[in-house]
């Protein structure tokens, strides 16, 4: 008996690799100046804020008592931006968007806990995903001097003949077609922010410690979004970063600081 206790309390054996050391140095690079190069990047033409309105009834089994806790996040499906109004470029085919509108569908997951009428029961989980889908109209550039979309119209034309023994009739067998397809890249939407206001409640008034199945809703959402488009930009003198002022309960205050102040 005590052999066998004796090989039960023995450790698997584990095989191990033992690690060789490599030396490292750190590589020579070559810089070529190059005084604006052009990239290839993301551009941000848009990043507006939505205000969506959503009620909808959401269904609690068992019934509850008291709403203890409300999470939410937004899932988007759809941000697409469709042109209606344009600006030539030069004498090119290729046109600023001046005015688009821009398509937002989504949901959002709400995760609800509330406590049922049983005694000392557990916390109950409801979770529920309220659609939402509309439109806003957008102008570009949206800044003074800022980016626009851009996209490069394809052409079709045709040219006809006259037949060459009449002179008096037109060639139906012979034609002349011309087609010049532009491939433009497509904007595209981010997910930035989400801001809810909400108010809960039972669509009838219940006494105290009486349970409800019903739980009405009415959300304020506001949802900021990106329109992104990759564009080739030219790099030079005074290029900025922004950042986007996303107003809230709280929103930063400058202050200045006193250089005489011992506060760090």
């Known amino acids: 008996m005590s052999n066998q206790s004796d090989s039960e309390n023995i450790p698997c054996p584990v095989t191990s690799t033992e690690q060789i050391p490599f030396t490292s140095e750190a590589t020579p690079v070559v810089a070529t100046p190059v005084t604006a190069p052009t990239i290839k990047v993301p551009v941000v033409v848009a990043e507006p804020t939505l205000q969506?309105?959503?009620e909808s009834d959401i269904t609690l089994a068992p019934a509850a008592t008291e709403i203890k806790r409300v999470k939410k996040n937004v899932f988007l499906n759809q941000v697409k931006l469709v042109p209606v109004s344009f600006?030539?470029?030069a004498n090119t085919d290729f046109f600023r968007v001046t005015r688009a509108k821009l398509f937002v569908a989504g949901h959002i997951r709400k995760n609800i806990e509330y406590a049922s009428a049983a005694c000392n029961a557990a916390l109950?989980?409801?979770i529920a995903d309220i659609p939402f889908t509309g439109f806003t109209d957008l102008t570009f550039p949206q800044t003074p001097g800022g980016s626009t979309p851009i996209l490069g119209i394809s052409e079709f034309a045709e040219a006809n003949f006259l037949n060459e023994?009449?002179?008096?009739?037109?060639?139906l067998d012979k034609a002349f077609f011309q087609n010049l397809v532009k491939y433009?890249?497509?904007p595209f939407g981010e997910l930035v922010a989400a801001n809810f206001f909400e108010l809960d409640f039972s669509p009838m008034m219940v006494a105290p410690e009486a349970a409800f199945r019903t739980l009405r809703e009415k959300i304020v959402l506001e949802l900021t979004v990106k329109v992104v488009q990759v564009q080739q930009v030219s790099l030079g003198a005074g290029s900025t970063v922004v950042t986007p002022v996303l107003s809230g309960l709280t929103p930063p205050v400058s202050t200045v600081m006193d250089?005489?102040?011992s506060d760090c």
């Open 87 to 89: 600006a030539r470029i």
């Open 259 to 261: 250089p005489n102040s």
């Open 124 to 126: 109950q989980d409801r």
């Open 52 to 54: 969506i309105v959503v």
């Open 165 to 171: 023994k009449t002179q008096m009739d037109a060639r």
């Open 184 to 186: 433009n890249e497509q």
